[in-house]
């Protein structure tokens, strides 16, 4: 069973860059097949996708947010990230790492349980 | 924010069946991308439901079916249960994935 699990500051001052990893076990990053992601939840709002990556290098981001968005993988530590640049309070969400199904453009099958991240001064 | 348009809250009692609506445009579920379900408990992450409009991932209850029609996609939950009170999303494409507002369903 695949398990992932984010790690990260609580706590972003604003105009600063975020940061968050997904550590990945029961499977591999660089696995050819595997399509990982970030989502987000504002506090009482709905879910944001956000980015996906393949280990291959092929990325797919956000519209809204792709100037600010950076996913990448790590694989020597089985690892795949988020840094959103220049932050506000309006990024304060909860941020999931997640595994498609298979394509970015099929469901998030796996997920993790979710790193609040507060924007603040 | 979000293109795909759900109720903001559904209920009915124990054993009844509740429908959550999706309504989206020509541009995503109208244009044959493909609709998914996700169940959200307070405090947790969400749980893939109903993937590609119809089909249920091994271990979700066949209480749980979804369909799909011209713009609008649907979840029933018929033999409604105390421990189906979540918040429901629906999930599609407009160039990128895109979420529904979210359904609050609440078993009276």
């Not at chain 1, 797919?60 to 795949?80: E, G």
Request: hydrophobic share 30%; charged share 10%.
């Amino acid at each position: 069973q695949m398990q992932l699990q984010e790690s990260g500051p609580g706590l972003v001052k604003p105009s600063e860059t975020l940061s968050l990893t997904c550590s990945v076990s029961g499977g591999s990053v660089t696995s050819p097949s595997y399509y990982w992601a970030w989502v987000r939840q504002s506090p009482g709002k709905g879910l944001e996708w956000l980015a996906s990556i393949i280990n291959s290098g092929s990325t797919y981001y956000n519209p809204s947010l792709k100037r600010r968005v950076t996913i990448s993988i790590d694989a020597s530590d089985n690892q795949f990230s988020l840094q959103l640049t220049s932050v506000t309070a309006a990024d304060t969400s909860v941020y999931f790492c997640a595994k498609h199904l298979s394509s970015p453009w099929t469901p998030f099958f796996y997920w993790g349980q979710g790193a609040l991240v507060t924007v603040s001064s | 924010q979000s293109v795909l348009t759900q109720p903001p809250s559904v209920s009915g009692a124990p054993g009844q069946t509740v429908t959550i609506s999706c309504t989206g445009t020509s541009s995503n579920i109208g244009a044959g991308y493909h609709v998914h379900w996700y169940q959200q408990l307070p405090g947790a992450a969400p749980k893939l439901l109903i993937y590609n409009d119809n089909n249920r991932p091994s271990g979700v209850p066949d209480r749980f079916s979804g369909s799909k029609s011209g713009t609008s996609a649907s979840l029933a939950i018929t033999g409604l249960q105390a421990d189906d009170e979540a918040e429901y999303y629906c999930q599609s494409y407009d160039n990128s994935p895109s979420f529904g507002t979210g359904t609050k369903v609440t078993v009276l």
